[in-house]
């Protein structure tokens, strides 16, 4: 059994929520990098070279990339064979965060009440998600998620019946009625089968596949490809003012479900889909 400490986790989430906000994934740089290249239009072309203008100043000057840094989803992978001393996981977690957007001049947007409407002042809590693993490691990955990108989130029972066509039909609708609301060019994750709950979380780990990636199942991997070129073909653009590039990529997380159902989720992630990860 291997002992990790309640303050390395809560040390580890605040420098994670830092990282997160301040420094975009490679991956998603390069493929920002990439559509302002192919992008058809001129104005398309000038908003890409901003966001990278943008993203490029915020890491060098240790600055929000966005001005939105989101509600901290916090994904954990916990190893069966570590016991965590000084304290429970889900404090450390919102210790972490709560010093994070402190020590990083954070935006803190969360409300301990969704009626009442108070801000609870150090962004927590976090949303938590916590799985077991074999081993005696922890992961830990923080994904800042901004609410223009977050209220576009789409879910739909499908009938068992439905069909390929039914599901990119669903996935290019979503898309093409979020318009420019989720800050394109967005990535979009989509979660299939399970139940609703589930579909939903689903969508939201797609989000942490590296942009521009194809699901290892060839079926799969074609619907991601014909999804990416029909919500392309939308015209959006970046920041919806127009352009071959409203998504960068499409990633689809299917799970077995019910004969009698066919949850589907769609959860957009604006341009900056931000996300940085520890393994302690």
Known sequence: MREIAYSEIADAVCGLCIEANTILPADLRCAIEGAR????SPVGR??????????????????????????????????????????????????????????????????????????????????LHLRLAAGDKLRLTVAPKGFGSENMTALKMLNPSAGREDILDFIVDAVSRAGSNPCPPVVV????????????????TALLRPVGGRSGDPFYAALEAEALERIN??????????????????CILPAPTHIAGLP??????????????ALL
């Open 37 to 40: 290249a192919a992008e058809a």
């Open 189 to 204: 994750g989509v979660g299939l089968g399970g139940t609703s709950e589930q579909a939903a979380l689903l969508a939201k």
């Open 264 to 277: 589907c989720c769609v959860n957009l992630g604006c341009h900056v889909t931000r996300h940085a990860s």
């Open 46 to 127: 000038a908003i890409l070279g901003d966001l990278v203008e943008n993203y490029t100043f915020a890491a060098e000057k240790g600055l929000p990339i966005c001005q939105d840094t989101g509600m901290a989803v916090v994904f954990a992978q916990l190893g069966q064979e570590v016991h965590i001393t000084g304290g429970l996981l889900e404090d450390a977690v919102n210790e972490g965060v709560a010093r994070g957007y402190a020590v990083g001049r954070l935006r803190c947007s969360v409300v301990g009440d969704p009626l009442r409407r108070e801000n609870t002042g150090d962004n927590t809590p976090a949303v």
């Open 233 to 250: 073909a939308l015209g959006i653009g970046p920041q919806g003012l127009g352009g071959s590039t409203t998504a960068l990529s499409v």
